[in-house]
C-alpha cells in the first residue's frame, strides 16, 4: 500500500522563476492539502484540494496556486519565486469522511538561490 | 499569532523514564489535536489524536491527556526509547464540515538518551 509520494526530492531554482511541485496520494484518499514549512518553524497550511477544487486557502499569496487530477493527485505551483519560498513543501492527504487524519509525504526541498 | 504554542524547543529525557510533552491552543473552535513525530529528511508520521469530547486517548507507550478548561495538551511516552528521538508536533483542527486544516505548533526535538 503505497503511501504520499511527493516528486522531486529537492529542487533549486533561481528568483522570478516557476516551480511545479507534485504529490500522489495514499491510496485510497481524496483530499490533498499543501504545507510550507520553513527551518525551525511548524508547517504552514497554503490550501487544500477535494473533488479537483481548492475548497480551503491559507494565507499565501495568488502566486501559489494548485491543481486536482481525477485520479487525486495534485500540483503546487509556485510563480515569481521569492528568496522566501525557500523551504519544504509537504502534500498531505486524507479522506474527506470522518475525522481526515492527514498523511504526509517527505516533502520536496525547494531552494532559491 | 500563534494559535498553537509548544514552549518547549528541546527535551532531554534518559531511556526508560517518561517524555511528556506540552502543547497550548487558544481557539476554542478546535475540536481535534494530533501529534506528529518527525525525523529528518521525513515528512511528518501521525501518532496519537483525541477528540475534544474526551480527556484521555492512549495507543500503545503514547497517551495524550486534554484539558479544555486550560487549553492545554501533552504527551506522555513510556517507557522512552532512544527511537523515540525526533521533533514531534502538536497539531489542532476545527471542523468546517468536512474541510479540516492543520495549524500545527513549533515543535518540540526530544533527545531520549541511552
Known amino acids: 500500500d503505497a503511501g504520499v509520494t511527493q516528486s522531486p526530492t529537492h529542487l533549486i531554482k533561481t528568483r522570478g522563476q516557476q516551480v511545479t511541485l507534485r504529490c500522489s496520494p495514499k491510496?485510497?484518499?481524496?483530499?490533498v492539502s499543501w504545507y510550507q514549512q520553513a527551518l525551525g518553524q511548524g508547517p504552514q497550511f497554503i490550501f487544500q484540494?477535494?473533488?479537483?477544487?481548492?475548497?480551503q486557502r491559507g494565507n499565501f499569496p495568488d502566486r501559489f496556486s494548485g491543481h486536482q487530477f481525477p485520479n487525486y493527485s495534485s500540483e503546487l505551483n509556485v510563480n515569481a519565486l521569492l528568496l522566501g519560498d525557500s523551504a519544504l513543501y509537504l502534500c498531505?492527504?486524507?479522506?474527506?469522511?470522518?475525522?481526515?487524519?492527514?498523511?504526509f509525504g517527505d516533502g520536496t526541498r525547494l531552494s532559491i538561490l | 499569532d500563534q494559535q498553537v504554542k509548544q514552549n518547549s524547543p528541546s527535551l532531554s529525557v534518559q531511556e526508560g523514564r517518561i517524555s511528556i510533552l506540552n502543547c497550548d491552543y487558544t481557539?476554542?473552535?478546535?475540536?481535534?489535536f494530533l501529534w506528529y513525530k518527525k525525523y529528518p529528511a521525513e515528512g511528518p508520521t501521525f501518532l496519537i489524536s483525541?477528540?475534544?469530547i474526551k480527556d484521555k486517548n492512549e495507543d500503545g507507550r503514547f497517551t495524550v491527556f486534554l484539558n479544555k478548561s486550560a487549553k492545554h495538551l501533552s504527551l506522555h511516552i513510556v517507557p522512552s526509547q532512544p527511537g523515540d528521538s525526533a521533533v514531534y508536533f502538536c497539531?489542532?483542527?476545527?471542523?468546517?464540515?468536512?474541510?479540516?486544516?492543520?495549524?500545527w505548533g513549533l515543535g518540540t526535538s526530544l533527545a531520549v538518551n541511552p
Open positions: 497539531a489542532a483542527s476545527a471542523s468546517a464540515g468536512n474541510n479540516r486544516k492543520l495549524i
Open positions: 491510496s485510497g484518499h481524496d483530499t
Open positions: 483525541i477528540s475534544s
Open positions: 484540494y477535494y473533488e479537483e477544487e481548492e475548497r
Open positions: 498531505a492527504s486524507s479522506l474527506s469522511t470522518g475525522i481526515g487524519v492527514q498523511h
Open positions: 481557539n476554542s473552535m478546535f475540536d481535534y
